[in-house]
T-cell receptor, first 109, second 115 residues
Framework: SQQGEEDPQALSIQEGENATMNCSYKTSINNLQWYRQNSGRGLVHLILIRSNEREKHSGRLRVTLDTSKKSSSLLITASRAADTASYFC?????????FGTGTSLTVIP | DAGITQSPRHKVTETGTPVTLRCHQTENHRYMYWYRQDPGHGLRLIHYSYGVKDTDKGEVSDGYSVSRSKTEDFLLTLESATSSQTSVYFC??????????????FGQGTRLTVV
C-alpha cells in the first residue's frame, strides 16, 4: 500500500496549546496535502505543499515537508475547541491521492 | 462548498443484493473518486475516473464496479453486497488529480450497512 501513516493516532490537548501531527509516506510525491474531517462529515482540504517546498503557512497552520525523510508535519497553533477533528495527510501522485490513517485531535476547552 | 452530492446518505441492504451509490458534481471536474472509510484503515481508494467512460481500479476494487457516462455523475455498484462492504463511502472530485497540485473535494458520505 502507498498509504501514509500519521502519528500519533490520537492526541488530546488543552485549548490554547499547540498541536503537532506527523505523516510518513512511502513513495515519491508531487505534493502532500492535509485534510480535516469533523465527525460524520466529509474531508475538507486545509493546505497543500508541493514537493519542492519545505514549509508553508496558512493562518494558524504550519506545514513542513522533508522529502529526504518522506515525512511531513502539521502544526496547529493556539488550538481551539473547534479544532477537534480527525486530520489526514494525503500524497498526490499520478491520478490519485493516497490518504493516511489519520490523527484524532481532541481540544479540551 | 464544492458542488458534490452523494445519494443516498444512508442505506441498509441485505447480503447478496445489488446496491448503487451515486455521486453528482456541478464543478465540471475531470477526476472523480470513490473511497471507503473504515476504522483503522483511513480512506482507501476503490475506483476512480479520469474522464467520461475512463475508469481505473484502486486499492480495494474487488466486488465493486463503476460507471461514468457523463462528466457530472459517477456511480459505484456493489454487484452482490457482502457484510465486509459495510462502510462509509465517500466520493471526491478533483480538477487535476494528484499530479497537478490540486485539491480534492469530498461529498458528505454514504453510510452503507449490509445485514
Amino acid at each position: 500500500s502507498q498509504q501514509g501513516e500519521e502519528d500519533p493516532q490520537a492526541l488530546s490537548i488543552q485549548e490554547g496549546e499547540n498541536a503537532t501531527m506527523n505523516c510518513s509516506y512511502k513513495t515519491s510525491i508531487n505534493n502532500l496535502q492535509w485534510y480535516r474531517q469533523n465527525s460524520g462529515r466529509g474531508l475538507v482540504h486545509l493546505i497543500l505543499i508541493r514537493s519542492n517546498e519545505r514549509e508553508k503557512h496558512s493562518g494558524r497552520l504550519r506545514v513542513t515537508l522533508d522529502t529526504s525523510k518522506k515525512s511531513s508535519s502539521l502544526l496547529i497553533t493556539a488550538s481551539r475547541a473547534a479544532d477537534t477533528a480527525s486530520y489526514f495527510c494525503a500524497t498526490g501522485l499520478g491520478n490519485q491521492f493516497y490518504f493516511g490513517t489519520g490523527t484524532s485531535l481532541t481540544v479540551i476547552p | 462548498d464544492a458542488g458534490i452530492t452523494q445519494s443516498p446518505r444512508h442505506k441498509v441492504t441485505e447480503t447478496g443484493t445489488p446496491v448503487t451509490l451515486r455521486c453528482h458534481q456541478t464543478e465540471n471536474h475531470r477526476y472523480m473518486y470513490w473511497y471507503r472509510q473504515d476504522p483503522g484503515h483511513g480512506l482507501r481508494l476503490i475506483h476512480y475516473s479520469y474522464g467520461v467512460k475512463d475508469t481505473d481500479k484502486g486499492e480495494v476494487s474487488d466486488g465493486y464496479s463503476v460507471s461514468r457516462s457523463k462528466t457530472e455523475d459517477f456511480l459505484l455498484t456493489l454487484e452482490s453486497a457482502t457484510s465486509s462492504q459495510t462502510s462509509v463511502y465517500f466520493c471526491a472530485i478533483s480538477e487535476g488529480g494528484g499530479r497537478m497540485n490540486t485539491e480534492a473535494f469530498f461529498g458528505q458520505g454514504t453510510r452503507l450497512t449490509v445485514v
